[in-house]
Each structure stands twice: as C-alpha cells, then as structure tokens.
C-alpha cells in the first residue's frame, strides 16, 4: 500500500518523487507507517491532510475525531479487542447505518466483521490511525472486552505463563491459574458469545504461535478474534475442570460434558480434547433445548412424505430407519417422531451414545462401550423392561442389527439410524451385514434419507434467472422443471450480509411396500429397488432440493453441493 500510495501523491503533486522514495526508506526502517513517515521527513503537514486525500481518491469521506464528540453507546457497538487491533471506531448510528472510522479503508475483512458483529450496514470514513487510536483510549472504559481480560491475565502475578519450550506447568500450577478471575472470565464469554451466536460447536486449536477460535454456525466454521497462545495450557484446564477432566493428563483424549445456566435455561456442552502437536485441541457441542426443533411440522417435510413418516411411527411394531451422514440432523427426526408418540400408555426406551437432550416420559440410556454396555448389551436389556417403543442411536455391527431386526419382529417398534447415503442402499448395507434378507423383509417398515441444507434469507432474496446448462444439471423428471425458479440472497442487515438464514432438512421417504419387500426376498440390487419406490411416488433428495429452491428456500448452488443427481 506504500508504494501505491507514494505514486498516487506524487501524481496528485503533494510530494515530491524524492520524498516518496525517502519516507518509503524511512517507514521501514522505522517500523513505521508510511503517512507517519511523511510527517516525519517535512513532506505533508499531518497525516489529517494524506487522509483526506485517500479518502477523496477511493470516493468515500475524512473525517477529524479531534472536532466531533462521539456517543459512547455507539462506540462501544465494535468490541474493544476489535477496535485495538484493527484501528476503528463507530462514529455514528442512523437506523441500520454505521458509520465507521478506519485507517485502512481497503481492508474489507474488518468491514465484513463488524458488520457481522453489529448487523448493520456500515458506512467507512478514513481517518488518522493515531486519532483513531485516541479515541478509542478515550472513549472505551468498559473493562469486560476480551482484550481487558487478555490484559487481565497479563497484569496477574499469580498467573503462571508457559512458553513453548517448555514442558509444561505442574498440575498446582494450573489448579491455581484456573482459579484466576480473568481466565474464567475469559473462558466464561467464550462459552456465552457462542450460545449467543446460535453456534452448534466451539473449536479451541493450537497451532504454533496462536490459538484459534472458531464457531460453527448454520452448519459452516467461522472464525473468531485468536487468543494468546502463551495461555494455551491456562484456557484448556480451566475447561477440563468445568468438565471434570483429569487436567494432568495431557497426552490421552477425554471426554466430558458441561453444564451451563443462561438468562434462565440449562445448556448442556459435550467436550472432547483431543492432544495435537501444539497442545490440546478442545471441541465442545453446544446441546441448547431452546435451539432444538422437535416439531416435525417445522423439519422441512413435503406434505406427502410427512404424511408417510407419521403413518409409520405409529405402528404396532417394523423397524424404521433414518439415514445419513453425520451432522443430516438424523438425532432430531428421531426425538420429533418420540416426542411426538410419548404418551403416557408407551413405555419408550433409548440406547445413546451419548445422550443429547433429556425428555421427560423417554428412559434414556448412555452408552458406554468401555464398560461392556454397548448399544447391543443395552438391547439385550431393554427386552426384558417390557418396552412398546426402543430406540438405539446407531447400528454399527451385525449385532446390534440382528438383536434390533428380531426385536422389530416380535412387536416392538425400534428406530435407529445407519450411514448411508440414501434409502434404497440402507437394505444392501443390512444385508452386508450378515442379516437374512427374509428378516430384513419383514420388519422393516420404513427408510428415510436426510440431509440439512442453508436457507437463503428470506428478507434480500432476489429472483435470479437459470441458464439452459444449470437446468439440465439439476437432473430430476420434466414434471419438477415447468415452472422453475431460483433465488438467490444479496445480503442485508438482517443475516449480517451472509446471504442465509438457518438451515431446513430435505427427505427421501421409503417405505417398505409389498413390492420393495418383494424385491428385497428377491436380493434385487440398489437401482432396481430405486426403479420401483420412484415409480411409486418417492422423491429422492435432489427432487426435494429441488422443490425448496423452487419455494425460494435455498439456491441452486446448494442444491447442486448437498445432493447429486442419483439420489
């Protein structure tokens, strides 16, 4: 930027090419910045006066902090770690509008934070760094930023700081640094903004000289302000204790969970740590029953599939399976279809690994394979607790499907789930198993695929027209095409200028028909039992994609990235 800069001023004829060539000597030698460097050398008078120049050349207004007052409320609408770090202040606040003084107008990563962290539409104005960085000393008093409590943790004599070369601090050591009031203050908001956001997970790694931050969010990774590496030890303790970890044990992975009260509700976080090559990565899945949806209404169903999965849950006994890769929402379809039949005249029981919510009127079972109660061991169990409905989180080998199949068989309705990638092949893959086709046949009532996809937002979706070659991509019958419509998402105030708004399931519904059950005693393949259950009415996944988009739900882009066109 230097360089351009000086070419600029010199073409504008404020500076000489000399001078140019020797504040551009000047600022590196220095470690200074290049306006600073002009001052310094005689060449301008302020840095005010090269501000008000980029300014006018990039079309965007200089503004003087030294000659306005400005509303602390609004200020403080940018975090202060942000504001420190990358030089900018909120000047101003009208409607949904923010203005914004920078010193680096270019830098579109810091327009596009805090857009996301305010959610408004902000308006840039250059300004001096050096005033921008008076006004922030004058204006930030709050002490609760995450830079104060980074400050914090510094200014703390009783805080022990290992560098990395070292081997590591003692277990009294970190019994006392976790006790510290800006490490759990730190820790604490870390936990809060995530619940806040409406983040699902919360990932702490260690790399080399830095800790990252990220949340998961509406399904994507998004990454937030780093920590202090040197606090890395520090920061995974203080979250080993909340999960009653063992904080000396460094070199396993653990597992623990949390629990949470915020503004009124119990959340639930499930962690996992995890030793890598810097230090311990931490994950935690935020399990809120505020951000549970357990309706089935609201899953994203079409009105015939619904109809079909309803139908099936209420059955005597069968087995229905959900199925879909990790993170389809398959663990919520089962609880809206539980909840849904939990009745005061149904003994329902589950097996889970782990167990993520907690429902009132369910016997809910943890499992825990290291000590022998697996999802088998738990079913064998199960049987004798005279259950109408069981649930068993995963098949993962032959026996617990022979042990969940013969149950189905002798009037208990079991649901479960398996990784496949759609229904037709949920049959071959039980039948891989080592199952008997005939059994297979006869207690399987229903299939069901599923995966999670990102809704545009609602409020700046604009049509967009289709190309010939993007329609004939889509791949689905000429009936789904007439009419066909797609959307796509601007950005607005309203979804931070991410262009989305949540996430909605799409379903391929399979029911086990007297003709499927006849091809599978046949041992037919996967395409020839898809043939059949397509000319019965079943829409697979990318036909219901399909018709979200056509509802102005979610793009063609997703569409074409979630399904392909075979299923």
């Known amino acids: 930027m230097s360089v351009e800069l000086g070419e600029m001023l010199v073409k504008a004829g404020i500076i000489t090419p000399e001078q140019a060539d020797e504040a551009l000597t000047h600022s590196k030698e220095k470690h200074e910045k290049y306006e600073t460097a002009l001052v310094r050398i005689g060449a301008v008078e302020s840095e005010d006066e090269v501000a008000k120049f980029v300014g006018k050349h990039l079309k965007i207004g200089a503004l003087r902090l030294s000659d306005i007052e400005l509303n602390p409320e609004v200020v403080k609408l940018i975090p202060l770690d942000i504001a420190r770090k990358f030089k900018v202040i909120a000047i101003s606040k009208l409607s949904r509008m923010l203005l914004v003084a920078i010193s680096d107008p270019n830098n579109i990563y810091v327009l596009d934070a805090i857009k996301f962290i305010t959610g408004c539409t902000v308006q840039p104005v250059i300004s001096p760094e050096k005033a921008i960085e008076k006004a922030i000393e004058t204006y930030y008093t709050d002490e609760g930023g995450l830079s104060e409590i980074v400050k914090g943790l510094e200014d703390d004599p009783d805080l022990e700081v290992v560098s990395a070369d070292e081997e590591g601090p003692s277990e009294s050591d970190l019994l006392s640094a976790i006790q510290d009031k800006p490490l759990v203050k730190l820790v604490d908001s870390i936990l809060s903004d995530a619940i806040r956001m409406g983040a699902s997970d919360i990932h702490l790694e260690m ?103 309803e139908k099936a849950i209420h059955l005597p006994f069968g ?228 018709e979200k988009m056509k509802a102005g739900l979610v793009s063609i882009e997703e569409v074409l990235a979630v399904t392909s066109s075979s299923e």
């Open 207 to 309: 790399y080399e000289q830095r800790i990252r931050v990220r949340y998961r969010i509406d399904g994507d990774l998004r990454e937030m302000a780093p920590l202090p590496f040197k606090y890395r030890a520090a920061i995974v303790s203080r979250v080993k204790i909340m999960a009653e970890l063992d904080i000396s044990e460094r070199r396993l992975p653990q597992d623990g969970r949390i629990k949470l009260k915020i503004a009124g509700r119990t959340v639930d976080l499930r962690v996992s740590v995890l030793p890598t090559m810097f230090g311990e990565k931490v994950v935690m899945r935020i399990l809120d029953p505020r951000a549970l949806q357990v309706d089935m209404t609201k899953l994203g169903f079409r009105e015939p599939d619904l109809k079909k999965f």
């Open 319 to 546: 087995i229905i399976l959900v199925t879909g890769p990790t993170g389809s929402g398959k663990t919520t379809t089962l609880y809206s279809a539980l909840k849904q039949i939990n009745t005061i005249d149904v003994n329902i029981m589950t097996a889970e690994d782990p167990v993520e919510f907690n429902f009132d009127g369910i016997n809910q079972v943890a499992v825990k394979s290291d000590i022998g109660l697996t999802f088998a061991a738990a079913l064998r169990s199960f049987l004798r607790q005279d259950p109408d409905v069981i649930m068993v989180g995963e098949i993962r080998d032959s026996e617990t499907a022979e042990i969940a199949i013969r149950a189905a068989l002798t009037g208990h309705l079991v649901f479960s789930t398996l990784h496949t990638n759609d229904a037709p092949g949920s049959i071959t893959r039980l039948m891989d198993m080592g199952l008997p086709y005939y059994l297979v046949a006869s207690a399987t009532k229903l299939i069901m695929a599923q995966r999670m996809m990102r809704k545009i937002c609602q409020t700046c979706k604009e049509e967009t027209n289709l190309t010939k070659e993007q329609v004939e991509s889509l791949g689905v019958p000429k009936e789904l095409l007439k009419n066909i419509r797609a959307f796509k998402s601007v950005g607005c105030s309203e979804c931070n200028d991410s262009g989305l708004g949540g996430r909605t399931g799409i379903f391929e519904v399979m029911p086990v028909s007297p003709a499927v059950e006849r091809l599978i005693l046949k041992q037919a393949s996967d395409v020839e039992i898809r043939e059949v259950v397509q000319a019965e009415g079943m829409y697979n996944l990318r036909m219901s994609a399909v």
